[in-house]
């Protein structure tokens, strides 16, 4: 293992862009999961399509026969997340016109952009705006096409910026959070909190933890508190209303079972080492 604070420059060269065969049976499945994945979570409020993207790959580092592939380059983690980053920017359009609920900020925005001009996202918007809708439709494939159109020549652009000096990228990152971070409020204290949890991360990195349950944690916690207040308002503070309902409680069912599997899944290995 690497000294802390070592680092290298990337050096390669660049050959083969196209994916050969080999490539395409690697990562047809994460490419089709990541595909699903990232759509479901398209669809929900709140995730979008990062937290899309960190599912998928610790999805596919999890289901990997060689997981310590993972984090140098192996493509079953580069196609699986960028599908679910596509599928889930896709995704996040069908309840904005067909509901008229934006799942994000950027959707929000869009929505406020039509509303401008006059335009109510909703059950009636299909049939009001076909040309507009299948517009977006047409778009989607159209920017995808200038997309690969546009990256292939300027990959080379790209791992330039790889190339730069951990001295000068290192500095200008931690420049732009800080930054970032000051300008929300306007208040020194958040920066403080910004480093404590930056060394945090670096700490628990260091330690072997995934940084997507995290992430996930940090998007969806605010909205599970409001929406466990909420239901406990409804149900005059009675938990009965989270497992009586058949939908509520076939998810806690399912999300005990992802929660246990991990679990079950390292005690059968350990019981197999031993026995062996």
């Known amino acids: 293992m690497a000294a802390i604070g070592t680092q290298s420059i990337y050096e390669t060269s660049i050959k083969g862009l196209l994916p050969n065969k080999k490539d395409w049976q690697a990562s047809g499945w994460p490419i089709a999961r990541g595909s699903v994945i990232g759509f479901l979570l398209g669809i929900l409020p ?22 310590e592939r993972f984090g140098t380059g192996a493509i079953e983690g580069v196609a699986g997340p960028e599908a679910a980053n596509n599928s889930a920017t896709a995704g996040s359009f069908i309840p904005l016109l067909s509901l008229g609920i934006p799942t994000s900020a950027i959707m929000a ?28 439709i047409a778009s989607m494939y159209i920017g995808n096409a200038m997309l690969l159109i546009l990256n292939l020549p300027l990959i080379g652009i790209w791992v330039r910026v790889l190339k730069t000096p951990y001295a000068i990228l290192f500095p200008m990152i931690l420049l732009f959070c800080l930054v970032g971070v000051y300008t929300l409020n306007s208040n020194t204290t958040e920066i403080i909190i910004m480093l404590i949890f930056g060394i945090g991360g ?40 989270f497992y009586m309902r058949p939908i509520c409680a076939t998810l806690l069912v399912v999300t005990g079972m992802f929660l246990l599997w991990p679990l079950m899944r390292k005690r059968k ?7 062996n």
């Open 46 to 67: 709140g995730p979008g399509p990062v937290i899309a993207s960190f599912v998928s790959y610790a999805m596919e580092k999890r289901l990997s026969r060689h997981p």
């Open 109 to 136: 925005l869009f929505m406020g952009a039509l509303m401008i001009h006059g335009i109510q996202p909703g059950p009636l918007f299909i049939n009001k705006y076909p040309e507009l809708f299948w517009g977006f």
């Open 202 to 241: 670096f700490l628990l990195r260091r330690l072997g933890f995934e940084g997507a349950p995290f992430i996930l944690a940090m998007v969806l916690g605010p909205m599970m508190e409001t929406s466990l207040r909420q239901s406990l308002l409804i149900s005059r503070g009675s938990f009965a209303i």
């Open 269 to 275: 290995q350990a019981r197999t080492s031993h026995e």
